[in-house]
């Protein structure tokens, strides 16, 4: 699918720009300094368990010190705090402090944050410790040592290019490089594209983006709408032992909950998209949630205005993402969540009357193309104690990927003479996801976790061709199941508060040709001082193929005669210093 994304042309971004530039027009409020409401909870890092009477202050507010602490259930609230940037900083008995910068508080919509602090491993009657900046940039996987960092909405917002996508906000990262303009592939560390994982809520999903072809990890929009998610992790090498089936990267991302205490709703009128989001409370005796986001493609509004955009081959595109989250007690919460997107555009040349001088596509045929995705999970959260909890992921997703190619054929003066189909496929997977974890905390030093996951893959494959015959060719004609099974082991072990090691153990099995891999993990981190730091991290990475590499078969074989059946794992050891 060659240049198939006119949406991104320079000159159809330039005549973008300039319209909405047109249509929207800014004016100023005075009055007031306007304030919002910064709340959220704080829990314990490794067993997740609430911390009450946690410290939370905001000290950069001219004339006055905005302060409070955590309540019962380890969640705090702060009144009237100015709109603009401020330092948040968390402290509690025991635990490191935390220190969150840049902290973005708007009059439109009340500040959540979900804070984790890390306990000390050596404790005294009184302890002064200087809070590190570097808070902000570890992961939120307590089992991260070496290549990782946290990123959350305002990071993929304030990045230039960034355009609100993790994937090219991640561009921006040493030893990440992005494709171009018009896609958010991303290559980390020299590894392919397609090497890429992408975990939402604990479960892999299908590549998140608009107009996805199959095997490939990118694409030119996102379907991921950063209002909806929260503090989120990005790992590019020596991933701990609960990651696999990838060998180059991790997108592990976090949706969060709704507001449990107000009804809030916004609008927005983008150049990637014109979109609406509602959030509230569904009971707020019990603390229950929504979150609800919708977005459909601005350009195939102007489109429909007869508004000229600088192309006749605009892409229509529409997504959606839910959240539920219901706390049933202080031990048990459950959340229903999903997110979707559909995608289609059409390069027509056939209407065509003269040779253009540039075309998105080839300029012998008219494409159809369309794709779509989907998942759809439920979560269970069991707190057993105060040192051990256990999670539970069930879901399932889609991915479909449809092109038609019709040949148009011209006479010497560019009339059509006639038009025929050389090429139509079909590629869907639907999967059936499963995710089991306990984690325990066994003491101050010492976190161990076991997890398994389980992918049951259902694949319906259809490619005819006939661009190099005259008659049809089949390449895949395949329609069938496979099962993907992994399991890990992993632990975490503080010799002091500034040396951290983490281990761990990752095996998967392929059913469909009995492919296997046991994969070792360790990573060790010195905090030398506030400022310095020395990690090492060691990982044996396995990834399957794509799913239809698989099933493949040369034109003139048998359907059944799939010359790809036995192809192994793509493997990789990674070393980080």
């Known amino acids: 699918m060659k240049h198939l994304y006119p949406l991104f042309s320079r000159s159809a971004f330039t005549h973008t720009i300039c319209l909405l530039l047109f249509c929207i027009s800014a004016g100023a409020v005075y009055g007031q300094t306007p304030v919002q409401v910064v709340k959220g909870d704080v829990s ?51 635990y490191q402090p935390l220190l969150i910068p840049n902290v973005q508080v708007t009059s439109g919509k009340e500040v959540v944050l979900n804070l984790q602090m890390e306990e000390l491993v050596r404790q005294a009657k009184e302890v002064l410790i200087s809070a590190k900046t570097e808070n902000r940039l570890n992961a939120t996987n307590e089992m991260t040592t070496v290549s990782a960092r946290s990123f959350d909405v305002a990071e993929t ?46 479960i ?27 503090n989120s992790d990005f790992l590019t090498s020596a991933f701990p032992g609960e990651y696999g089936n990838t060998v180059a990267g991790v997108f592990d991302l976090k949706m969060r909950n709704g507001n449990s205490e107000k009804y809030e709703v916004s609008a927005q009128l983008g150049i990637l998209g014109t979109e609406v989001a509602a959030e509230g409370p569904i009971s707020r005796k019990q603390g229950s949630s929504f979150l609800f986001t919708y977005r459909y493609s601005t350009l195939r509004l102007f489109q429909g205005l007869n508004i000229k955009i600088g192309t006749s081959s605009v892409p229509n595109y529409q997504d959606a993402a839910l959240r539920l989250n219901f706390p049933v007690n202080d031990k048990f919460n459950v959340s229903v969540w999903g997110i979707g997107g559909l995608s289609k555009i059409d390069l027509i040349v056939s209407t065509l009357t003269e040779r253009p001088n540039e075309i998105y596509g080839e300029n012998d045929r008219d494409q159809y193309f369309k794709s779509n995705v989907g998942v759809a999970g439920v979560t ?25 190619h019709d040949k148009v054929y011209r006479s010497p003066a560019y009339a059509v003479d006639s038009i025929r189909q050389i090429l139509g496929y079909t590629f869907r997977n639907s999967n059936i996801l499963t995710h089991w974890y306990i984690n325990s905390k066994i003491s101050n030093r010492t976190t161990v976790k076991f997890g398994i996951l389980n992918n049951v893959i259902h694949s319906n494959l259809v490619d005819s061709s006939k661009q190099y015959s005259k008659a049809w060719q089949h390449r895949w004609d395949y329609q069938g199941y496979t099962d993907l099974l992994q399991a890990y082991a992993e632990a975490r072990h503080k010799f002091t508060d500034a040396l951290v090691l983490n281990v761990g153990l990752h095996a998967q099995y392929l059913f469909l040709n009995q492919n296997k891999s046991l994969e070792p993990r360790a990573g060790l981190r010195w905090n030398i001082n506030a400022a310095n730091s020395v990690s090492l991290g060691y990982g044996l990475h396995s990834q399957m193929q794509p799913v239809y590499t698989y099933y493949a078969h040369f034109p003139n074989a048998a359907a059944s005669d799939m010359h790809n059946i036995d192809m192994g794992f793509t493997r990789s050891h990674h070393f980080v210093a």
Do not use: C
Not at 160 to 165: E, H, N, V
């Open 44 to 94: 314990d890092k490794e067993s997740h368990i609430r911390l009450i009477g946690a410290s939370i202050s905001i000290a950069d507010v001219p004339g006055q010190a905005l302060g409070t602490q955590t309540d019962a259930s380890g969640r705090f609230r702060l009144e009237k705090v100015p709109v603009g940037k401020h330092t948040i900083r968390v402290t509690y008995l025991g």
């Open 204 to 230: 892999d999903i299908p590549n998140p983006n608009h107009f996805a072809v199959a095997g490939t990890s990118g694409g030119p929009v996102t379907i991921l709408n950063n209002k909806t998610l929260a």
């Open 157 to 202: 917002e304030r990045y230039a290019g960034s355009r609100q996508d993790p994937a090219r906000m991640a561009s921006n990262f040493a030893g990440v490089q992005g494709a171009d303009d018009s896609r958010n592939d991303i290559i980390v560390r020299g590894n392919s594209p397609s090497g890429l994982l992408w975990r939402l809520e604990d």
């Open 380 to 404: 269970l959260n069991y707190t057993l104690n105060s040192k051990t909890y256990s999670r539970l992921v069930m879901g399932i997703s889609g991915s479909s990927s449809d092109a038609t």
